[in-house]
């Protein structure tokens, strides 16, 4: 009796050994799993939450060259020093900047207003482009005024209420100009004047139908895709807030 209950308690104790080096097996390959997890999750960049945006400013200008003026702008070659103490060597457009005028009639709904489009013809874009007026400030000239004069010249309408949105630099890899948009609404019509080089085909478009057309992938106009987003997001945010 006595060899047997030995051998039974040797049996158990070997059981609960297996079971035991089964368990820390299982756990051990759980937790390198989960190691293996979090490191495939994790970002070599640091994830900024709350972004604090830091400008910075110019760089210094070591030589420049003008190489190229025209009518609309003037090309020049500048040797820099950036701020970051490097010294390179760029090639930069310099422009007075532009007015964009996101003209809109809310006059048959609030909810789905128009707006003021043109079609015109781009030659370094090979196409027909639709678009939102816009125009380059004269020498001087306040962005305003020139959203105002731009619009009149272009459509006819005139605007009794303007709110200034946003800017953004349209292409900064090697353009200086800077974009101001506008929302033009309260339109009155007048009698288009735009210049001998420029023909528009104007027609008024539903908000839903441009942002449809967005989707689409046929509206490949820049100010006119940021001018039409950042307005609905805002009217958005506007309904978002009278829910509540």
Same mark, same amino acid.
């Given at each position: 009796?006595?060899? &047997?209950? #030995?051998?039974a @308690? *040797? !049996? $158990?104790? %070997? +059981?609960? =050994?297996?079971?035991?080096?089964? &368990?820390? #097996?299982?756990? @051990? *390959? !759980? $937790?390198k %799993? +989960?190691? =293996?997890?979090?490191?495939?999750?994790?970002?070599?960049?640091?994830?900024? !939450?709350?972004?604090?945006?830091?400008?910075g400013?110019?760089?210094?200008?070591?030589?420049?060259?003008?190489?190229?003026?025209?009518?609309?702008?003037r090309?020049?070659?500048?040797?820099?020093e950036?701020?970051?103490?490097?010294?390179?060597?760029?090639?930069?457009i310099?422009?007075?900047?532009?007015?964009?005028?996101?003209?809109?009639?809310?006059?048959?709904?609030?909810?789905?207003?128009?707006?003021?489009?043109?079609?015109?013809?781009?030659?370094?874009?090979?196409?027909?482009?639709?678009?939102?007026?816009?125009?380059?400030?004269?020498?001087?000239?306040?962005?305003?005024?020139?959203a105002?004069?731009?619009?009149?010249?272009?459509?006819?309408?005139?605007?009794?209420?303007?709110?200034k949105?946003?800017?953004?630099?349209?292409?900064?890899?090697?353009?200086?100009?800077?974009?101001?948009?506008?929302?033009?609404?309260?339109?009155?019509?007048?009698?288009?004047?735009?210049?001998?080089?420029?023909?528009?085909?104007?027609?008024?478009?539903?908000?839903?139908?441009?942002?449809?057309?967005?989707?689409?992938?046929?509206?490949?106009?820049?100010?006119?895709?940021?001018?039409?987003?950042?307005?609905?997001?805002?009217?958005?945010?506007?309904?978002?807030?009278?829910k509540?």
């Amino acid at each position: 009796m006595a060899k &047997k209950k #030995k051998r039974a @308690d *040797k !049996k $158990n104790k %070997a +059981a609960d =050994k297996n079971r035991a080096t089964g &368990k820390s #097996k299982a756990a @051990d *390959k !759980k $937790n390198k %799993a +989960a190691k =293996k997890g979090q490191q495939k999750h994790q970002h070599a960049v640091e994830v900024v !939450k709350k972004l604090k945006i830091r400008e910075g400013g110019p760089a210094k200008v070591l030589a420049s060259k003008e190489v190229f003026e025209g009518p609309l702008f003037r090309v020049f070659r500048d040797e820099i020093e950036e701020p970051t103490g490097k010294r390179v060597t760029r090639d930069v457009i310099r422009h007075n900047g532009s007015a964009v005028i996101l003209a809109v009639d809310d006059a048959k709904s609030k909810k789905d207003p128009l707006v003021l489009i043109e079609r015109q013809f781009r030659h370094a874009a090979q196409h027909y482009l639709y678009e939102v007026p816009a125009g380059k400030m004269e020498d001087g000239e306040d962005h305003l005024e020139g959203a105002k004069r731009e619009l009149e010249e272009e459509t006819g309408y005139r605007a009794k209420k303007w709110t200034k949105l946003l800017r953004y630099f349209a292409s900064p890899g090697f353009l200086g100009e800077w974009m101001q948009v506008f929302l033009a609404e309260e339109l009155t019509p007048g009698q288009a004047r735009p210049a001998e080089d420029e023909t528009f085909e104007l027609q008024f478009v539903p908000l839903s139908e441009l942002l449809r057309l967005i989707d689409e992938g046929k509206i490949r106009d820049g100010k006119t895709l940021i001018s039409v987003l950042y307005y609905a997001r805002m009217a958005g945010k506007k309904k978002g807030k009278k829910k509540k």
